[in-house]
């Protein structure tokens, strides 16, 4: 069975970092890839970033690209999100997750088909 968990969220102030941590346990990590979504109250779930199985490519939704930064270290079991230059819109709780089948990559919601119980991130000041 499949257990991601993640860690890392809190209040920040805009224009604030924060990373984001998730470790993974139940399959072999470094076949999957992975990914982060988040959902801020009231909206639907939203694609955030996702890595290749590899570690080769990434990809990000429009409303994070030059500020976010997805990373993962498999022999850590762990996908990380450096989060930078942060504003109120980015208040959600951030969920990481990845495909149910190994050697599948991914560039959008479609792909995490499984995820933790997430985090909350809140930007305010």
């Known amino acids: 069975q499949v257990h991601l968990v993640e860690s890392g969220g809190g209040l920040v102030h805009p224009g604030g970092s924060l990373t984001l941590s998730c470790i993974a346990s139940g399959r072999t990590f470094s076949n999957y890839a992975m990914g982060w979504l988040r959902q801020a109250p009231g909206k639907e779930r939203e694609f955030v970033a996702s890595?290749?199985?590899?570690?080769?490519?990434?990809y990000y939704g429009d409303p994070v690209k030059g500020r976010f930064t997805i990373s993962r270290d498999d022999a850590k079991n762990t996908v990380y999100l450096q989060m930078n230059s942060l504003k109120p819109e980015d208040t959600a709780v951030y969920y990481c997750?990845?495909?149910?089948?190994?050697?599948?990559?991914?560039?959008?919601?479609?792909?995490?088909?499984?995820w933790g119980i997430g985090t909350r991130v809140t930007v305010s000041a």
């Open positions: 997750g990845g495909p149910r089948s190994p050697f599948t990559d991914f560039g959008g919601l479609y792909g995490l088909e499984l």
């Open positions: 890595i290749t199985w590899t570690g080769g490519s990434v």
